[in-house]
Nanobody, 117 residues
Framework: QVQLDESGGGLVQPGGSLRLSCAAS????????MGWYRQAPGKERELVAG???????NYAESVKGRFTISRDNAKNTVALQMNSLKPEDTAVYYC???????????WGQGTQVTVSS
């Protein structure tokens, strides 16, 4: 079993920045890919950014150029740097890891990000 713990959410004004962090209880090499998803009220959960074990990244069109995902293999963490935040970025953000062999998804408990003046 693997636990993913998110931190770094909060309230920020439009145009501001936040950095989310996800700490895994085991080596993140367990995961073929990790990512950040978000879910706004009344909407489906969507992929925001993903990163593979070899460092390849992908982003939702709505966050390209504003968000950056990174991983620190030594610390077993994945981070999401969010700049130029907009009110439409308001959501609960979840960390995800998908294992290599069984493609099992692990999720964190979520962290609230609110962008408002």
């Amino acid at each position: 079993q693997v636990q993913l713990d998110e931190s770094g959410g909060g309230l920020v004004q439009p145009g501001g920045s936040l950095r989310l962090s996800c700490a895994a209880s085991r080596s993140i090499f367990l995961f073929n890919a990790m990512g950040w998803y978000r879910q706004a009220p009344g909407k489906e959960r969507e992929l925001v950014a993903g990163i593979t074990s070899d460092g390849s990244t992908n982003y939702a069109e709505s966050v390209k150029g504003r968000f950056t995902i990174s991983r620190d293999n030594a610390k077993n963490t994945v981070a999401l740097q969010m700049n130029s935040l907009k009110p439409e970025d308001t959501a609960v953000y979840y960390c995800n890891g998908r294992t290599r062999v069984t493609n099992t998804d692990y999720w964190g408990q979520g962290t609230q990000v609110t962008v408002s003046s």
